[in-house]
T-cell receptor, first 119, second 108 residues
Framework: NAGVTQTPKFRILKIGQSMTLQCTQD?????MYWYRQDPGMGLKLIYY???????DKGEVPNGYNVSRSTTEDFPLRLELAAPSQTSVYFC??????????????????FGNGTRLTVT | DAKTTQPPSMDCAEGRAANLPCNHS???????VYWYRQIHSQGPQYIIH???NNETNEMASLIITEDRKSSTLILPHATLRDTAVYYC?????????FGTGTSLTVIP
């Protein structure tokens, strides 16, 4: 398994531009998450999804949109990039089921991040 | 989800045990405590988790107090590669919330 794959690794945007950060996982995990991490800070939850067609806001959803049309993919969309969105973005996933049984608690599997600069 | 608090930084001598504390005084009965670490700017790496019993795996041990208001992550023999930011988070349901963590520096 490749695990959680994020693309691109780096991106520079101008103010007002839009872009989509891609995240895909090949572990058949139901849960997927987007976090952002500002320099010297912890991770803040942007959006999460408990399965295809279902998404919910986290702590800092403003300025972002997500969709979950398949189990594998959970793209994060920035419509009008602002300097405040300069950050490292991490995607993560976790399973709902393991071995046919529902998992009550399971750790997150993270991608390697996308470093975004908005100037 | 319970808020967790950790010291911002700690040092540990190489080869010694590193004991990283975490307070989670508002944790509820069904909230697990998870520990992750982040090396440089890589994605966080899962270490261990527990509910109320102490846990041990190949990476670390987790000691949770009887009242569940605090826990300690123990790295039994710290190496230079254990230098990282360590996050203690509580989790129930669908959401994990990270704080700012403890920056552990292992000193040769």
């Amino acid at each position: 398994n490749a695990g959680v794959t994020q693309t691109p690794k780096f991106r520079i945007l101008k103010i007002g531009q839009s872009m989509t950060l891609q995240c895909t996982q090949d572990m058949n995990h139901n849960y997927m998450y987007w976090y952002r991490q500002d320099p010297g800070m912890g991770l803040k939850l942007i959006y999460y999804s408990v399965g295809a067609g279902i998404t919910d806001k986290g702590e800092v959803p403003n300025g972002y949109n997500v969709s979950r049309s398949t189990t594998e993919d959970f793209p994060l969309r920035l419509e009008l990039a602002a300097p405040s969105q300069t950050s490292v973005y991490f995607c993560a996933s976790s399973p709902l089921y393991r071995g046919g049984l529902r998992v009550v608690n399971s750790p997150l599997h993270f991608g390697n991040g996308t470093r975004l600069t908005v100037t | 989800d319970a808020k967790t608090t950790q010291p911002p930084s700690m040092d540990c001598a190489e080869g010694r045990a590193a004991n990283l504390p975490c307070n989670h005084s508002t944790i509820s009965g069904n909230e697990y405590v998870y520990w992750y670490r982040q090396i440089h700017s890589q994605g966080p790496q899962y270490i261990i988790h527990g509910l109320k019993n102490n846990e041990t795996n190949e990476m670390a041990s987790l000691i949770i107090t009887e009242d569940r208001k605090s826990s300690t992550l123990i790295l039994p023999h710290a190496t230079l590669r254990d230098t990282a930011v360590y996050y203690c988070i509580s989790h129930t349901g669908n959401q994990f919330y990270f704080g700012t963590g403890t920056s552990l520096t292992v000193i040769p």
